[in-house]
Nanobody
Framework: QVQLVESGGGLVQAGASLRLSCAAS????????IGWFRQAPGKEREFVAA????????NYVDSVKGRFTISRDNAKNTVSLQMNSLKPEYSAVYFC??????????????????WGQGTQVTVSS
């Protein structure tokens, strides 16, 4: 069955780094764009970053540009999100998701077909 499994979250201090990973199985990974979203308590799920199926195009929310780097390895069916210079406001559950639709990178959660269970990231001040 389709699975997306996130890992790498944790509790860190402001300014630290974390590397999140998303391992996919059960579908043709190289045919899907992969996105990262986050959701803090009481807030809507928001787009963080995404990478096209070929890796040729990447998009970030403005608040993480220059701090986060998304990458993928289609041979290993994995996507990573390197997060540097973390801020307390980045604390949330981080989800990876897969989008089968061709075209521009989608930033709306509803456009994604498959979701992982999420990994908690907590940044203390």
């Amino acid at each position: 069955q389709v699975q997306l499994v996130e890992s790498g979250g944790g509790l860190v201090q402001a300014g630290a780094s974390l590397r999140l990973s998303c391992a996919a199985s059960g579908f043709t990974f190289s045919s899907y764009d992969i996105g990262w979203f986050r959701q803090a308590p009481g807030k809507e799920r928001e787009f963080v970053a995404a990478i096209m199926r070929s890796g040729s195009n990447i998009n970030y929310v403005d608040s993480v540009k220059g701090r986060f780097t998304i990458s993928r390895d289609n041979a290993k069916n994995t996507v990573s999100l390197q997060m540097n210079s973390l801020k307390p406001e980045y604390s949330a559950v981080y989800f990876c998701a897969a989008d089968r639709t061709s075209g521009p990178i989608a930033t709306m959660p509803g456009k994604y077909d498959y979701w992982g269970q999420g990994t908690q990231v907590t940044v203390s001040s």
